[in-house]
């Protein structure tokens, strides 16, 4: 079999790919909702909102809950900003993937569907953010969050690349989507999402983060 060609760049998916902060975040959602009247466990907002930004988000809250007040969703993301900052942990594998990446040359960059202040709490409580040099990109970044391509063609911008020579790491069906409609070649990480629901999209699954630098052809 060929061996996979190196990227000009490697653009990463943060919630479930860098950062093990998706059980977090569905327990403080379903914790928020059950008290506005919907109730859910944290299995069942992940099975509601997996890869989803809050705007998205919201029409279905307010189908379900009703009005909310005006500054819910500002409340909902300090909430879990400061969840992150205390209690984030990394994905088993990522920091050295990551770091075998940036070792490697590649340029690299964070596409989240999380806003910009989740986003940047989560890396630098892992100490990752020094790997991506400032190339992060929230969907307050962006026109459109995922699945539209917009995150990804300003991420594969950001590092001088061409979508079709970037490989995108991605975890949910929302965020491959995103990944294929940019153009990119996606890599998609089977830990909390079946490997059938990935491919079926068009992205490449794999299940553990040791193999990520073979995929990205870095490996010696």
Known sequence: MRPPSRPAAVLFDCDGVLADSEGLVNRLVAEELTARGWPLSAGQARETFLGMALPEMMPVILARCGPLPADWGA???RRITAALME???AIPGAPAALAAAAAAGLPL???SNSTR???RTK???LGLAHH???RLFSFEDVARPKPAPDMYLAAAAACG????????????LLGAKAGIAAGCRVLGFTRETDAAVLAAV???PFATMAELPGLLGIEE
């Open 161 to 172: 690349a061409a979508p079709g020579d970037c490989v995108v790491v991605e975890d949910s």
């Open 109 to 111: 960059a964070v596409a």
């Open 87 to 89: 209690e984030v942990e």
């Open 202 to 204: 068009g992205a490449r």
């Open 117 to 119: 202040g989740e986003l």
């Open 123 to 125: 890396l630098d409580r």
């Open 132 to 134: 991506f040099g400032g």
């Open 75 to 77: 409340m909902l993301s």
